[in-house]
């Protein structure tokens, strides 16, 4: 989907699962009273609605996305497919170096596929763990190819879709110019070698052309965001085998093909202009890991509690900015998502973070503390913050968020 800020959006939705679901535009800062950022709805199977919302006339321009949010269930029909994108088209997009870019959209997801060929339910992996499959797919094919325009300058849009698979990207001797991090162009490109996404991250990046021409890979480099190796007798080891990729070797995500050979264009020099936040009115302490709860056993905990629908974890204040201390005392990392306002990353470890971005997904690695702060603009309501590995959002990891 394509929007542009101004734009009125309407969406009718037929639920055809055989489960109840609904539907959460990822990043989006739109009203969170109105029926699109509500996760909290319930739509039975066979049932319809009729999404409905404005994108604000000062919306950035980004990659968003909308999935499946009905807890308990998000991981799960994640799995099967359900997600796409959202794109806003605005600013960024008419700096001319970026307009005259090749535009490619790579939506990583990852699938389980039987010994038949054919999809199946089950993860390769435990759900404590975050499901993974045993199949990487961009755009649903494996290992396309993608050919670099004449002229030089490509455009990838990258979205995160998997439920728990976080993707640590390279290019073959070549480097990135990152332009923008999840929904929000940076002030300007940055080079980089690696690209960290975790499940919900986005990141448009531009390529440059070499004057050769020939194929390079786009690869997933192993990660290891920690296992669950001192839980069940510590049967998965010290090497924590199960948080890694599949393999130890990179695995190629897609193929990147020249034509002919070309001069690159040059790489934009300005992006968009970010301000750094004034001090917080209040700051918070989260504290992310897992354990048992007397309600249901073995779950993902904010604070030392699982998520309750009845419960308001956290109340804030409209027009107000909040520092949060996000504290991973487990052993698995984390990526912290808040719902419709972005943030700024302050400290990681009490070391200042350099860059300037916004974003609304951030990791938080197992030991480490994050500082984010955060504007709480526009709108007033209710709605959650959680992890985005889905599979510990639907086991616990997840708060009611009240803004007013
Ligand atoms: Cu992708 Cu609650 O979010
Ligand atoms: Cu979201
Ligand atoms: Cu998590």
Redesign the pocket.
Known sequence: MEAKPGDKVRIHFTNNLEQPTNI?Y??LHIPITGNADN?FLKIEPGKKLTYEFPIPDNHPSGIF?Y?P?LHGL?AEQLFGGLAGLFIVRGELDEIPEIKAAKEEFVVLQDFSIDDRGRRSSSAHMSLMMGREGNVIAVNGRVNPSINLPEGGLLRLRILNASPSRFYRLALEDHSFYQIATDGNSLSEPIEVNELLLT??QRADVLVKGDKQSGQYRLLNLPYDRGSMGMMGGGMMGGRGMMGRNDRDEPIALATLHYESAVESLPLPTKLASISALSEPQIVRSFELNHGMSPAVGMAFLINGEPYSGDRLHTQVKLNTVEDWELANTGVMDHPF?I?NNAFQVISRNGTPESLLAWRD?VLVKKGETVRIRIPFRDFAGKT???C?V?DH?DLGM?GNLMIE
């Open positions: 959460h990822h990043g996760v996305w999935h949010h998000v499940p919900g998502h719902h997904t959650v913050y959680h985005h889905l959002e997840m």
